[in-house]
């Protein structure tokens, strides 16, 4: 019998009883009102993408009727799809939030990151983040990272300390038993709260399905020319593709995971509906990250050797 069939039981049986999204959700808007009391600077990890759209969405609820306490932070490439900037601006605009903006273009143009030969910016994320924090004195950074995701994302602790350098180390990590979080940290660290890290893909459809949650339109089918590269259907831009032996061709695709254009791919799909993408997922046997992630794939190790550095 699946969690989900004895979720439905447990709640026939007691109609007291949290359904399973339920409880994800009051788990979820725990963590955002125990970092509101223990942190005094926290910032929400913002790109347009879907998780970060619930993580907002849960936000919002979390502190409803008030105005949520946190602002936005977008480290933005400069390789976005235009579809999801505009979705992050019409959002930040309807509901009076305030966002920062680390660009990775700025760093280029004054010296202080170099552009890599393939065009990719996604590793080039870091330095702006690390940066962004340290002036802004954030001493908690709210990511939409899940465990299902990713083999070093599956050991992340909710509450994710990170030294005066913004690294990652996986034996410093602090048990959270009995749903218990410290966020202790030393002047210089800070911590990174994960609030999703225990839905999975499915969950976060589903779960906005049932809030009736916009999303850019990127993610469900539609016609876009894409090019071939390593497996993994592309889109055209500035960053470099596609190459003259790379034919660009017009397909019916939809995005599982947006992030940089350059090592972001589509999928072939048919899912115009929330209900289409869900069955779609519920049959697939590769993650999100697994089928459309180039930079996931430079090394088997690529993830977890960048958190160490300070990525997400």
């Given at each position: 019998m699946t969690t989900a069939t004895h979720s439905l039981l447990d709640t026939q049986e007691n109609p007291y009883a949290l359904s399973h999204l339920d409880a994800l959700e009051a788990e979820s808007v725990h963590i955002f009102r125990e970092v509101a009391g223990e942190f005094e600077r926290p910032v929400i990890l913002f790109s347009g993408g879907k998780d970060s759209i619930v993580m907002l969405h849960l936000a919002l609820k979390a502190f409803w009727p008030a105005a949520v306490?946190?602002?936005?932070?977008?480290?933005?490439?400069?390789?976005?799809?235009?579809?999801?900037?505009?979705?992050?601006?019409?959002?930040?605009?309807?509901?009076?939030?305030?966002?920062?903006?680390?660009?990775?273009?700025?760093?280029?143009?004054?010296?202080?990151?170099?552009?890599?030969?393939?065009?990719?910016?996604?590793?080039?994320?870091?330095?702006?983040?690390?940066?962004?924090?340290?002036?802004?004195?954030?001493?908690?950074v709210f990511g939409g990272g899940r465990r299902d995701e990713e083999k070093a994302r599956a050991k992340e602790r909710v509450f994710s300390l990170r030294d005066e350098f913004g690294a990652w180390d996986p034996r410093r990590q602090r048990p959270e038993l009995w749903s218990l979080y410290n966020g202790r940290h030393a002047v210089g660290e800070h911590v990174r709260v994960f609030p999703l890290s225990n839905w999975t893909e499915l969950d976060v459809w589903q779960y906005i399905e049932r809030e009736g949650i916009e999303l850019p339109e990127i993610y469900y089918a539609h016609h876009r020319d894409v090019f071939k590269r390593d497996g993994m259907w592309l889109t055209a831009g500035e960053w470099g593709g596609p190459k003259d032996t790379e034919p660009v061709e017009s397909r019916l695709v939809r995005y599982r995971t947006v992030g940089d254009m350059s090592c972001t791919g589509a999928v072939d799909s048919d899912a115009v509906t929330i209900a289409d993408v869900i069955t779609e997922i519920a049959a697939s046997r590769l993650t999100e990250r697994g089928a459309t992630r180039a930079d996931d794939k430079m090394s088997e190790a690529a993830m977890e050797d960048r958190k160490r550095e300070g990525y997400f």
């Open positions: 306490p946190f602002s936005l932070l977008h480290v933005d490439t400069g390789h976005n799809f235009p579809e999801v900037i505009e979705y992050r601006d019409r959002t930040v605009a309807e509901h009076g939030l305030r966002l920062h903006v680390a660009s990775v273009q700025d760093f280029i143009d004054d010296g202080r990151l170099r552009e890599r030969p393939d065009g990719t910016r996604n590793p080039l994320q870091t330095v702006p983040l690390l940066d962004a924090i340290e002036s802004n004195k954030f001493d908690a």
